[in-house]
């Protein structure tokens, strides 16, 4: 069992900056984060191995930094150049398996969610 808690997000102006954390209870060899705004389906955002292998979806690569910490069981999303359409509820996910893909139905553990909004 991984329980995961998101903190970090918040209102900011477009162009702004946040960092989300999730603390982790356990290890996994693949931790990421996914967003799902209103109306729409959860998409993924990156992920991380454990080996520190990323990615990260069109749509946020050169703008989001995933990164963690494994002594404090702590993964990171640092979020630049934000814009409107980034707007969503972010969420913390993690799969035991042995392999990584930014596909939400792999990953059997996720945290409650902590909302994105960014205004222009």
């Known amino acids: 069992q991984v329980q995961l808690v998101e903190s970090g997000g918040g209102s900011v102006q477009v162009g702004g900056s946040l960092r989300l954390s999730c603390a982790a209870s356990?290890?996994?060899?693949?931790m990421a984060w996914f967003r799902q705004a209103p109306g729409k389906e959860r998409e993924g955002v990156a992920y991380?191995?454990?080996?520190?292998?990323?990615r990260y979806a069109d749509s946020v690569k050169g703008r989001f930094t995933i990164s963690q910490d494994n002594a404090k069981k702590t993964l990171y999303l640092q979020m630049s150049s934000l814009k409107p359409e980034d707007t969503a509820m972010y969420y913390c996910?993690?799969?035991?398996?042995?392999?990584?893909?930014?596909?939400?139905?792999?990953?059997?553990?996720w945290g409650q969610g902590t909302q994105v909004t960014v205004s222009s």
């Open positions: 991380i191995t454990s080996a520190g292998t990323t």
């Open positions: 996910a993690a799969f035991r398996g042995s392999f990584c893909r930014l596909y939400a139905a792999d990953f059997g553990y």
């Open positions: 356990g290890f996994a060899y693949c």
